[in-house]
Structures are given as structure tokens and as C-alpha cells.
């Protein structure tokens, strides 16, 4: 970073945390924040179910189901130059969601319609891209060493219920999942 007034004190493979001086006003504020590399989710649709991950994850409750999704880089090296090149990086999220709908759930997808995108806030840098498609194949699951994902068809009513149980514990999907089921 280039201004004297924001200053990288850690950088990981994928989080930054960030030191800034702005003024306001007559007040000099000192805000830190975390700046990550954005991720994806991919809402599959077909025959009135939704298509999510069945995961063991590293946290205590353990099981937990996810919309299929992943980071749009693998790094923050990656992303930084991604940046730096201008890259469009809804082009990007869409290029990964499909990758990553393939590789977590052996389904090929294309067609993919942005839903949303969902901003982390002031003290985390964070976009989470949401796209949403019906037009899936089945083919090959081809999960990376450590992932145990299972990819499970649930009804529109099954994955509401899931949201309000907080069965489905990334609360940013739970949202969205909500708000596009709304009306179905």
C-alpha cells in the first residue's frame, strides 16, 4: 500500500490486517481492519431443491451444510495482482463458482445469474459473491486432500428450516438463502 497513512501489520496467505490514521473532521481516527480475498456461492436450483454440501469443517460443531462455493483465489498474492490488472472480479467470482460447483460436488454448471454480493464491513474487507443457476449436469466430485463434503438435494421448505436451526452456520449464506427463497 502506497499511503502513509495505511500500514500492513500482519499478511497471511489469504488476510491482511490493516492499521489506518483518517482524519474526520477535526479528529484523528485509528482504525485497523482485516482485508481478505474475495470467495463465491453458487445457489443451484433444480426441481424445486437446492443443491448444498454436507461438510465436516474445522470447528467444533463439526457437521455443517454450505452452499457450494470456495475463494476466487487461492491467495492474497493472487488476488493483489488480480487487482492490480484490473480484473473483473464478478467474471472472476462466476470462473470460480464453477470450478469450485465441480470440483466440492461432482455437478457441472453453467449459466450462472449474479444474485449478490455481500460486503463484510468496516472492520473486515471481505466480498462474498452469490450467483444462482438451474442449469447443472452431474459428473465427477474431485474434492482436495482434507475435504469431506457430500452433496445433498434439500427442498426449498428443508433448507428454510435448516437456516432458522442454524444447521446451514455461515449466517452470510443463511441470509441470502432466506431472501431468495422469500417468495418460493
Known amino acids: 500500500m502506497k ?12 488476510f491482511q490486517v490493516i492499521q489506518e490514521t483518517k482524519k474526520h473532521g477535526e479528529h484523528t481516527i485509528n482504525m485497523e481492519y482485516v482485508k481478505r480475498a474475495p470467495g ?3 445457489i443451484v436450483v433444480k426441481d424445486n431443491k437446492i443443491l448444498l ?3 465436516i469443517r474445522h470447528h ?3 457437521l455443517d451444510y454450505r452452499i457450494p462455493g ?3 483465489y487461492d491467495s492474497l498474492i493472487d488476488f493483489k495482482k488480480a487487482l492490480d490488472d484490473k480484473v473483473d472480479l464478478k467474471k472472476a467470482a462466476e470462473i470460480a463458482g464453477i470450478r469450485e460447483i465441480e470440483e466440492e460436488t461432482g455437478h457441472h454448471v453453467k449459466n450462472l445469474k449474479f444474485h ?3 460486503q463484510g464491513g468496516a472492520s473486515i474487507h471481505f466480498e462474498l459473491y452469490f450467483f444462482t443457476t438451474s442449469d447443472c449436469n ?3 466430485q474431485k474434492l482436495e486432500p482434507g475435504e469431506q463434503i457430500k452433496p445433498v438435494w434439500k427442498s426449498y421448505d428443508e433448507v428454510k428450516e435448516m437456516c432458522y436451526k442454524k444447521e446451514i452456520k455461515e449466517d452470510i449464506s443463511a441470509a441470502v438463502l432466506l431472501r431468495f427463497l422469500k417468495d418460493k
Open 70 to 72: 470456495g475463494k476466487v
Open 3 to 14: 499511503n502513509k497513512n495505511v500500514k500492513v501489520v500482519f499478511e497471511g496467505n489469504i
Open 40 to 42: 463465491v456461492r453458487v
Open 116 to 118: 449478490h454480493i455481500s
Open 53 to 55: 454440501n454436507e461438510e
Open 138 to 140: 452431474k459428473t465427477v
Open 60 to 62: 467444533p460443531e463439526g
